[in-house]
């Protein structure tokens, strides 16, 4: 699975931490930054994956900043980006069985290293359930079509 990484500064040892994790899967994970702790603007990064996901040049994304808000914001204003800010287990299993979530958003200063690790690995191992949740999904798209340009 092609997956997608990027934090900003708060979120950078996270991402470092969950880019190794996807490693020791067998993942190839793609990291489009940030490539060290200097302060940076978090849409800036949170752009750079939901945009290929968007695209489907990447399947899903991984996104970390301090708190996972910002991110998540930013993540959600692209086309067909899912992306749920998940800091719990029972999130992570639930945002893609219900919403298909494409992308998965951390607060690297909320999460411990061991909890996070755990959340990327139900998120990605957890499918979604389709059924009347796909009718939901669709009035998200047709929300998609009416209020973006
Ligand atoms: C950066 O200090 C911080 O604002 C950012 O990482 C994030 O928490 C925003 O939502």
Redesign the pocket.
Known sequence: MQIGLAS????FDLKEELKAYLKSMGHDPVDLGTFNED?VD?PDYGALVAERVSKGDLERGVLI???????S?VANKFRGVRAALVNDLFSARFSREHTDSNILVM???IVGRALAREILRVWLETPFAGDRHQRRLEKIKALEKKNFK
């Open positions: 900003d500064h708060g979120g302060s978090y900043c301090g708190t996972g808000i910002g991110m914001v607060g690297g200063r």
